[in-house]
């Protein structure tokens, strides 16, 4: 069960978004970030919502950029913030959930990926002394455990070394670090983008994981087929590196 503003409330239930702002929009995803925990079920908020709004609010504002400036005109010393300020009051377009779609879908989750890609990299490379299997392993727990890493500045946090984390879930993380291995190994840039999607997205306790909730929620999308049109159509975003082409075929949902 989660809880839903009016608003987002609207837009999961509509298909023609014209009657909403760009505002209502973005405060209606950053809210939806939190909806399904107990304080915001019970309606009443919470320290714990603010963390996650605070932690959500870069993904939502790159996210709603991509929506506001689809060509790139915005200048580039202007902050990502700022264009959505600019575009706050401004109506959807009719077509504006498919938009979002669209834009999330292929931009977002190229660029978000291809970022935790290097971070992995940079941790290999900062740490000699670590096998990669072992970055892969410290990897894995700062990306699904959101603040984990900041709680614990300059420590190793293998999830193979961590009691919190259910048996069933660290087997889970050691089939997906067997597959980022592999796919280092063998330069097998699908297996990679898939196995990182997956943990960016399945396990609860990420910002990536919220954002993935709210959006999945506003535009009423089932979490296991959109997981499936996404590893369908993954050859074809890292071929374009996440690029919208204007007139080309887009996928459905």
């Not at 979002?100 to 978000?112: A, I, R, S, T």
């Not at 940079?122 to 990669?132: C, H, K, Q, R, V």
């Not at 999308?221 to 204007?246: T, V």
Request: hydrophobic share 40%; aromatic share 14%.
């Amino acid at each position: 069960m989660a809880y839903l503003t009016p608003v987002a409330m609207d837009l999961a239930r509509s298909e023609d978004w014209s009657n909403h702002t760009v505002g209502e929009l973005y405060d209606a995803l950053l809210e939806s970030t939190y909806s399904t925990l107990p304080d915001a079920i019970q309606g009443r908020m919470s320290g714990e919502m603010n963390a996650w709004k605070k932690a959500c609010k870069p993904n939502i504002d790159f996210l709603l950029y991509i929506y506001c400036d689809p060509f790139g005109v915005w200048p580039a010393e202007r902050s990502v913030e700022s264009c959505v300020r600019e575009h706050w009051n401004q109506r959807l377009i009719r077509s504006a959930k498919h938009s979002l779609f669209v834009y999330y879908f292929n931009v977002y989750l190229y660029k978000y990926i291809s970022v935790e890609i290097d971070r992995l990299g940079n941790i290999s490379d900062a740490n000699p002394s670590l096998t990669f299997e072992m970055a892969v392993r410290h990897f894995i727990t700062t990306l699904v455990y959101h603040g984990l890493s900041e709680q614990n500045p300059g420590s190793y946090l293998g999830y193979d070394r961590m009691a919190f984390i259910p048996a069933g879930r660290k087997q889970s993380f050691r089939s997906l670090e067997q597959d980022i291995c592999r796919a280092r190994k063998t330069g097998d840039k699908e297996l990679m983008f898939r196995s990182i999607f997956y943990l960016m997205t399945y396990f609860a306790g990420s910002e990536y994981r919220r954002v993935h909730d709210a959006v999945t929620t506003l535009l009423g999308i089932d979490m296991a087929g959109f997981r499936e049109l996404f590893y369908k159509n993954l050859p074809d975003i890292i071929a374009s590196e996440g690029a919208i082409k204007i007139g080309g075929i887009e996928p459905g949902f």
